[in-house]
């Protein structure tokens, strides 16, 4: 590739798993100095199974149907189709959406508000960080298709 030809990828700030790691290590430390319960524990256990339920089962079925369009799934790669079916007819970004889940089913095992709250934070740097980038890229890339499907399909839910 030369010099003066621009990336093929969106140059989002950090690999997105790598994001949410940091967000829940730093949430678990504020968790250890500042707890504030949500509500009985046992009601917090559940609400946190159907995140850590719903989560996994989201990013897998985005991962599948984006191996089964042609496209890589790594951000830094480039896009090669747009995916249209499976989750992303309902969400542009299931995957950054499982990871917010996922820090809510946190919040929920450790019962606390700040723990769970911490999702805001992780959603913003997702939103600035990684999918307006993202948004830029696929616009420039694919034009007119992509943006027909950002009228059809909402960016998070």
Same mark, same amino acid.
């Not at 199974?49 to 951000?75: C, D, E, Q, S, Y």
């Not at 992303?88 to 919040?107: D, K, S």
């Given at each position: 590739?030369?010099?003066?030809?621009?990336?093929? &990828?969106?140059?989002?700030?950090?690999?997105?798993? $790598?994001?949410? $790691?940091? &967000?829940a290590v730093i949430s678990v430390l504020v968790h250890l100095f500042i707890g504030l319960p949500?509500?009985? /524990?046992?009601?917090? $256990?559940?609400? @946190?199974?159907?995140?850590?339920? =719903?989560?996994?089962?989201? *990013? %897998?079925?985005? %991962?599948?149907?984006? +191996?089964?369009?042609?496209? &890589?799934? !790594? #951000? *830094? +790669? #480039?896009?090669l189709v747009i995916v249209r079916d499976g989750p992303f007819r309902v969400t542009r970004n299931?995957? /950054?959406?499982?990871?917010? %889940?996922?820090?809510?089913? =946190?919040?929920?095992?450790? &019962?606390?508000?700040?723990?769970?709250?911490?999702?805001? #934070? =992780?959603?913003?740097?997702? !939103? /600035? @960080?990684?999918?307006?980038?993202?948004?830029?890229?696929?616009?420039?890339?694919? @034009?007119? #298709?992509? =943006?027909? /499907? +950002?009228?059809?399909?909402?960016?998070?839910?």
């Amino acid at each position: 590739m030369k010099a003066d030809q621009p990336l093929d &990828n969106p140059g989002v700030v950090a690999f997105p798993p $790598l994001i949410w $790691l940091v &967000n829940a290590v730093i949430s678990v430390l504020v968790h250890l100095f500042i707890g504030l319960p949500i509500m009985r /524990y046992g009601a917090c $256990l559940v609400c @946190g199974i159907v995140f850590i339920f =719903l989560a996994p089962t989201l *990013a %897998l079925w985005a %991962l599948i149907r984006m +191996k089964a369009a042609g496209t &890589n799934v !790594h #951000p *830094a +790669k #480039p896009a090669l189709v747009i995916v249209r079916d499976g989750p992303f007819r309902v969400t542009r970004n299931p995957m /950054y959406l499982a990871l917010c %889940l996922v820090q809510i089913a =946190l919040g929920f095992f450790l &019962n606390d508000w700040i723990t769970l709250l911490f999702v805001v #934070p =992780l959603a913003l740097i997702f !939103h /600035y @960080g990684v999918v307006l980038r993202e948004e830029r890229y696929l616009t420039a890339k694919f @034009g007119e #298709p992509y =943006l027909q /499907y +950002k009228r059809e399909v909402p960016r998070w839910i």
